[in-house]
């Protein structure tokens, strides 16, 4: 079975820093593409990045510049290393697994509709 498991939430002051790491096992790690998701309360869950299995990245526009997503095959964890947090910045963040190939597929986009499996969220808190 797929499984995922996000860790390194927290709380932060704006401007400050967290790293989000997401374990992975059922599947051969670098066969797909892995991405971070994140819902705010009242919004809809929104994709932030993502990485293929050859290293190929997605930033959201929001997160671009600010975010760094990278993985470590030998460890089957994908990282999530977000600089310059803003408020606006939380929310709960899930990591996922697209096991069909359409993260990257889509441009400037990083669809829910693609995601095959879903870890739990871990919460990120920026105060103001």
């Known amino acids: 079975d797929v499984q995922l498991q996000a860790f390194g939430g927290g709380l932060v002051q704006t401007g400050g820093s967290l790293r989000l790491s997401c374990s992975a096992s059922g599947f051969t790690f670098t066969d797909y593409s892995i991405g971070w998701f994140r819902q705010a309360p009242g919004k809809e869950r929104e994709g932030v990045s993502c990485?293929?299995?050859?290293?190929?990245?997605y930033y959201a526009d929001s997160v671009e510049g600010r975010f760094t997503m990278s993985s470590d095959n030998a460890k089957n964890t994908v990282y999530l290393q977000m600089n310059a947090l803003k408020p606006e910045d939380t929310a709960v963040y899930y990591c996922a697994v697209d096991g069909r190939g359409l993260f990257l597929t889509i441009d400037n986009d990083l669809p829910v509709y693609a995601v095959d499996y879903w870890g739990k969220g871990t919460q990120v808190t920026v105060s103001s």
């Open positions: 990485v293929s299995g050859i290293g190929d990245t």
